[in-house]
């Protein structure tokens, strides 16, 4: 498999194993959120897991403000981390 293909089925996987946990398989709920983040991100965003944290996040992700996060608002996420990540590798900040 390509490095891209690895990577889109390595994030797939990964929202899939916290979205399981409770309520709807398919989205995040604000705790699972919370365990993605403390779990998965916690070298890129720090403490973003306090509870007010986590609140800010888990509200700008949910754009259709259904209460919970889709694949498509985690996505959106995903790839924002990806561009401050390129734009910290490549030297421009
Ligand atoms: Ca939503």
Redesign the pocket.
């Known amino acids: 498999m390509s490095d891209i293909n690895t990577a889109i089925a390595l994030l797939i996987n990964c929202f899939s194993r916290y979205a399981g946990k409770e309520g709807n398989p398919h989205t995040l709920t604000k705790a699972e959120l919370k365990d993605l983040l403390q779990n998965e991100l916690a070298e890129l965003l720090g403490k973003a897991s306090d509870k007010s944290a986590v609140d800010k996040i888990f509200k700008e992700l949910?754009?259709?403000?259904?209460n919970?996060?889709?694949f498509a608002?985690f996505g959106k996420m995903i790839f924002c981390l990806t561009v401050m990540c390129h734009e910290f590798f490549v030297g421009k900040k």
């Open positions: 949910d754009s259709n403000q259904d919970t996060v889709d608002e």
